[in-house]
């Protein structure tokens, strides 16, 4: 059974940055591609940055271009999110997801098929 765990998650000020971190056990993580997703309260989940098997390919959503950096080491087993610049409105729970389906990363929470429980991320203004 592949398991997920979040963690990097906290309180900032508007400005500051933080770094996720995304575990995994169960399986190896270079058989997968993988996602940041996030959700707010009283929204949808929505991908927030994907990542390909390899690395290579890179995706995110317009509104954190520039600003938040996926990245990926699979001698580790492991996925990050490097969060800068940071707003009010990056104010969610952040979820990663696994989908060993396909090479690149897909923008749908039903491309994927494994979660962790996620870690909340608060900016104050």
């Known amino acids: 059974q592949v398991q997920l765990v979040e963690s990097g998650g906290g309180l900032v000020q508007a400005g500051d940055s933080l770094r996720l971190a995304c575990a995994a056990s169960?399986?190896?993580?270079?058989?997968?591609?993988m996602g940041w997703f996030r959700q707010a309260p009283g929204k949808d989940r929505e991908l927030v940055a994907g990542?390909?098997?390899?690395?290579?390919?890179?995706l995110y959503t317009d509104s954190v271009k520039g600003r938040f950096i996926i990245s990926r080491d699979n001698a580790k087993n492991s996925v990050y999110l490097q969060l800068n610049s940071l707003k009010a409105e990056d104010t969610a729970v952040y979820y990663c997801?696994?989908?060993?389906?396909?090479?690149?990363?897909?923008?749908?929470?039903?491309?994927?098929?494994?979660w962790g429980q996620g870690t909340q991320v608060t900016v104050s203004a």
């Open positions: 990542i390909s098997r390899s690395g290579g390919i890179t």
């Open positions: 997801a696994a989908d060993f389906d396909r090479f690149r990363p897909g923008r749908a929470t039903s491309d994927y098929e494994f």
């Open positions: 169960g399986a190896t993580l270079d058989s997968a591609a």
